[in-house]
């Protein structure tokens, strides 16, 4: 069971700000999928083949063919400070 100290610790880590509700709420989630993962370590999978997918997958992939793109003018249309033919963007520490 994950307790409130440890939602504290991983929300602090990824810089959450978790209400008391917020932070009893996580704690049941988490508890819950670790209950699940655990359930999934008890099943026997020696012979299971690993997967990234259920099911096969055929034809995912679109030929790489050369096609027309926008020009860079119409590219640069929207930009809010083009540069030199091209997108204008801060420099490190502005």
Do not use: C, W, Y
């Not at 610790?9 to 978790?18: E, F, G, I, S, T």
Request: hydrophobic fraction near 35%; proline fraction near 10%.
């Amino acid at each position: 069971m994950i307790d409130h100290a440890q939602v504290r610790h991983v929300a602090r880590l990824a810089r959450l700000r978790l209400g008391d509700s917020e932070i009893d709420r996580m704690a049941r989630e988490l508890s819950g999928i670790l209950e699940h993962i655990e359930k999934i370590g008890e099943l026997e999978l020696d012979r299971v083949e690993p997967t990234s997918h259920v099911v096969p997958l055929e034809n995912v992939l679109r030929p790489d063919e050369p096609r027309p793109s926008l020009s860079r003018e119409r590219a640069l249309e929207q930009a809010p400070a083009p540069v030199q033919r091209g997108f204008g963007v801060p420099s490190p520490g502005a």
